[in-house]
């Protein structure tokens, strides 16, 4: 679902309105008429980082600025620092060189450094976008960057009003 992420769901549980985030929209709209498009800046976590720190050190902080809302997200656990699939949503509130210092700090323990091997361990950080309004024309697509053992296949944006697919995702 768009605008939402939901854990454990059952069907005795109903969701309201006030409990999805729909994000800010300091982003605008998004009009997409393109096969392709990419929404996310991607970046892979330097080493573990561990429930309860409030910075992050990154491979590089390019695509990212204050006030970014971000996902953090466990892709391969092989070295048993974290679990695959462990994800949490965070805003960034200062960077430094290539440290991303977090509003909180993390719930869960993310692995990353070793990548392409095996076991492969990798966390990554993706900016998660803000608009207003989404439209996916007929013939456009948004889409992930391609997993390349780092970071990639993962698309993940918020629209505060409207989400328009004549395209895909």
Do not use: H
């Not at 440290?99 to 070793?114: A, H, Q």
């Not at 390349?148 to 944006?157: E, I, L, M, N, T």
């Amino acid at each position: 679902s768009v605008g939402a992420s939901c854990g454990e769901v059952s069907s005795n549980v109903r969701y309201t309105e006030k409990s999805l985030d729909y994000g800010d929209g300091s982003d605008g709209s998004l009009v997409v008429s393109g096969a392709g498009t990419i929404v996310n800046s991607y970046t892979y976590l330097n080493g573990n980082e561990f429930s309860g720190e409030k910075e992050v050190s990154v491979n590089s902080v390019s695509g990212f600025s204050i006030g970014d809302e971000v996902l953090i997200i466990q892709m391969q656990a092989g070295l048993a620092v974290g679990s695959s699939g462990n994800y949490e949503f965070r805003k960034v509130v200062n960077i430094t060189g290539s440290v991303l210092k977090l509003d909180s700090g993390l719930e869960n323990t993310y692995g990353s450094g070793t990548f392409n091997g095996r076991p492969s361990s990798a966390s990554q950080v993706v900016r998660v976008p803000q608009y207003t309004n989404v439209e996916v024309e007929s013939g456009g697509s948004i889409t992930a960057a391609a997993w390349d053992g780092q970071v990639g296949g993962v698309v993940v944006f918020r629209s505060q009003t409207t989400l328009v697919t004549d395209g895909s995702i």
